[in-house]
């Protein structure tokens, strides 16, 4: 079992910057993919960006293409998320997701999930 534990989290204004990061623990050698959702109030939840296990593969959505950057540190096992020029529609719940897949981008093969962490943009 993993647990994944978000922080970062905050109010920041449009144009500003914030860096999520999400520390796994438990069966952590079971993961291999991870990656950064979110949840808008009434919508779906949408994958933001995904990292392989070796770093080396990358996902981002095309809204955030340019702006975010996922990272992860395997000795320390956590992912970051660092999110530049923050929109007001980004508002939302973040959460960070784990899978045994070496590379994937579908929500369905992340079987561990954090609590999340509210990203209000204000503008």
């Known amino acids: 079992q993993v647990q994944l534990v978000e922080s970062g989290g905050g109010l920041v204004q449009a144009g500003g910057s914030l860096r999520l990061s999400c520390a796994a623990s438990?069966?952590?050698?079971?993961?291999?993919?991870m990656g950064w959702f979110r949840q808008a109030p009434g919508k779906e939840r949408e994958l933001v960006a995904a990292v392989s296990w070796s770093g080396g593969n990358t996902y981002y959505a095309d809204s955030v293409k340019g702006r975010f950057t996922i990272s992860r540190d395997n000795a320390k096992n956590t992912v970051y998320l660092q999110m530049n020029n923050l929109k007001p529609e980004e508002t939302a719940v973040y959460y960070c997701?784990?899978?045994?897949?070496?590379?994937?981008?579908?929500?369905?093969?992340?079987?561990?999930w954090g609590q999340g962490t509210q990203v209000t943009v204000s503008s």
């Open positions: 438990g069966r952590t050698a079971s993961i291999y993919s």
């Open positions: 997701a784990a899978s045994r897949v070496i590379f994937t981008m579908r929500m369905s093969d992340f079987s561990s």
